[in-house]
Nanobody
Framework: VNVVESGGGMVQAGGSLRLSCAASGRFLTIFEMGWYRQTPGHEREMVATANIDGRATYAPFVRGRFTLSRDNFDNTVTLQMNSLESEDTATYYC???????????????WGQGTQVTVSS
């Protein structure tokens, strides 16, 4: 299973960015799929995830600024980030929780990460 991210970059505070993620390969089902972020010296934290029905869960710090959408046909998720703040600066990672075979448990697959930098 390959998880590939695109988007990210540098933007001024108040601006917008869109992150996209696509999962590919041979697998049965993608359960949860979404975005996490990490800054140096800190643990990786959840930003937004969507379950198999597309219902999204957001971290409290999102405060309505981000919107996560999921496409089960293309196995993609897109995170639209508006009203960005300097505190949103981080490396953003996409994670897909995937059932690869008929085994008992799904497994997490991560992308390589994409940098988001918000200047104040």
């Amino acid at each position: 299973v390959n998880v590939v991210e695109s988007g990210g970059g540098m933007v001024q505070a108040g601006g917008s960015l869109r992150l996209s993620c696509a999962a590919s390969g041979r697998f049965l089902t993608i359960f949860e799929m979404g975005w996490y972020r990490q800054t140096p010296g800190h643990e990786r934290e959840m930003v937004a995830t969507a379950n198999i029905d597309g219902r999204a869960t957001y971290a409290p710090f999102v405060r309505g600024r981000f919107t996560l959408s999921r496409d089960n046909f293309d196995n993609t998720v897109t995170l639209q980030m508006n009203s960005l703040e300097s505190e949103d600066t981080a490396t953003y990672y996409c994670k897909a929780n995937v059932k690869v075979t008929l085994g008992p448990r799904p497994a997490d697959f991560w992308g390589q990460g994409t940098q988001v930098t918000v200047s104040s």
